[in-house]
Each structure stands twice: as structure tokens, then as C-alpha cells.
Nanobody, 121 residues
Framework: QVQLVESGGGLVQPGGSLRLSCAVS????????MGWYRKAPGKQRELVAT???????NYADSVKGRFTISRDNARNTVYLQMNNLKPEDTAVYYC???????????????WGQGTQVTVSS
């Protein structure tokens, strides 16, 4: 069974930094795009950043220049380095990955359970 487990959330002051991690476990043949999304109270879930297996990145305008997505393919792990955090970055952050499990014929979309990031003084 494929699972995504996030870690690294917490409380940080404005201007601070956090690094989120998301490790994929289970019987996996291949992982294509990995990414991070977030959902703030009263708002819809939005894309934060994605990273394809080929190295192409896509960022929300609101985080460009502050957040960096990266991945370690050997560890099936994706990271989100968040710098210069702002109160408006407060949200639950979700990891997402398109995965081809062993024995499957199509890629499926998988989500982590979410990790809370709170930016407040």
C-alpha cells in the first residue's frame, strides 16, 4: 500500500524558515510529478509548488523567490524549503505525488495527511 508521510511543520515567526519533507513508502514502480499544496482556513486548497521527474518546477506566484521544491529520487522523498515566511503562508500543507505502484498499469494521485504550518509572532 502506497503512503505519503509529511513532516516538518510547526510554528514559526514571520521571516523565519521551515523545511517540509514527504516520504513515499510502499511497493512503487515509478513516481512522476511530486508537489505541495496548501489549504488555509476558509480558502480552497491551492498549488504551492510542483516538480516533475524531469526536473521542471512550477511555483505559485505568492511563493516564488521564497520557497524551493526539491526531491531525492533514491529516497522517494520531496522537500519544500520555505524561507521568509509570512502570516499568509499559514495553512495545512499537503504532499502530492503521481505514482505507478508495482503491478499497476496507470499512474494514480496520492496525498499525504497534511502538516500544519503556522506563521505568527
Amino acid at each position: 500500500q502506497v503512503q505519503l508521510v509529511e513532516s516538518g511543520g510547526g510554528l514559526v515567526q514571520p521571516g523565519g524558515s521551515l523545511r517540509l519533507s514527504c516520504a513515499v513508502s510502499g511497493s512503487i514502480f515509478s513516481i512522476s510529478t511530486m508537489g505541495w499544496y496548501r489549504k488555509a482556513p476558509g480558502k480552497q486548497r491551492e498549488l504551492v509548488a510542483t516538480l516533475t521527474s524531469g526536473g521542471y518546477t512550477n511555483y505559485a506566484d505568492s511563493v516564488k523567490g521564497r520557497f524551493t521544491i526539491s526531491r531525492d529520487n533514491a529516497r522517494n522523498t520531496v522537500y519544500l524549503q520555505m524561507n521568509n515566511l509570512k502570516p499568509e503562508d499559514t495553512a495545512v500543507y499537503y504532499c502530492n505525488a503521481r505514482i505507478l505502484p508495482d503491478g499497476a498499469v496507470t499512474y494514480n494521485n496520492y496525498w499525504g495527511q497534511g502538516t500544519q504550518v503556522t506563521v505568527s509572532s
